[in-house]
C-alpha cells in the first residue's frame, strides 16, 4: 500500500503560481499512475490531473488545460502540480491519489489519497 502526502498549498494572489508535491512512501510508486483532485468550498471533489507510470500520459480538467501541468519523478517517489495564472476558483483543498492506471484515476478508482493542501487564490 503506498502512503500519500501533499505539501505546496498557500495563499497565492490571482495570477500568481504554486507548485504542489506529493511524496509517496514505499518502493512501489513508480508502479502507479498519480493524479491530482480539488475540493472547494461546498463543492464536490473533482478531478484535476492524471499521469501515467512512465509520464506518457497525461490528462486534465478542461479547467485547468495550458494552466497546470502534472509530473513526477519516479527517483523521487514525487509527483507534482504546477499551477500557473491561478484563479480564484481556483481555491480548494488539493488531494493527490493512486491508481493502477489513468483510467482509473480519472474514474477515481482508487488505492491512495492524500490528506490534502489547501490552496486559496485572492482576487
Known amino acids: 500500500q503506498v502512503q500519500l502526502v501533499e505539501s505546496g498549498g498557500g495563499l497565492v494572489q490571482a495570477g500568481g503560481s504554486l507548485r504542489l508535491s506529493c511524496a509517496a512512501s514505499?518502493?512501489?510508486?513508480?508502479?502507479?499512475?498519480m493524479g491530482w483532485f480539488r475540493q472547494g468550498p461546498g463543492k464536490e471533489r473533482e478531478f484535476v490531473a492524471a499521469?501515467?507510470?512512465?509520464?506518457?500520459?497525461?490528462y486534465y480538467a478542461d479547467s485547468v488545460k495550458g494552466r497546470f501541468t502534472i509530473s513526477r519523478d519516479n527517483a523521487k517517489n514525487t509527483v507534482y502540480l504546477q499551477m500557473n495564472s491561478l484563479k480564484p476558483d481556483d481555491t480548494a483543498t488539493y488531494y493527490c491519489?493512486?491508481?493502477?492506471?489513468?483510467?482509473?484515476?480519472?474514474?477515481?478508482?482508487?488505492?491512495?489519497w492524500g490528506q490534502g493542501t489547501l490552496v486559496t487564490v485572492s482576487s
Open positions: 514505499g518502493r512501489t510508486f513508480s508502479s502507479y499512475a
Open positions: 499521469i501515467s507510470t512512465g509520464s506518457q500520459i497525461k
Open positions: 491519489a493512486a491508481a493502477g492506471n489513468t483510467q482509473q484515476i480519472r474514474n477515481k478508482d482508487l488505492v491512495a
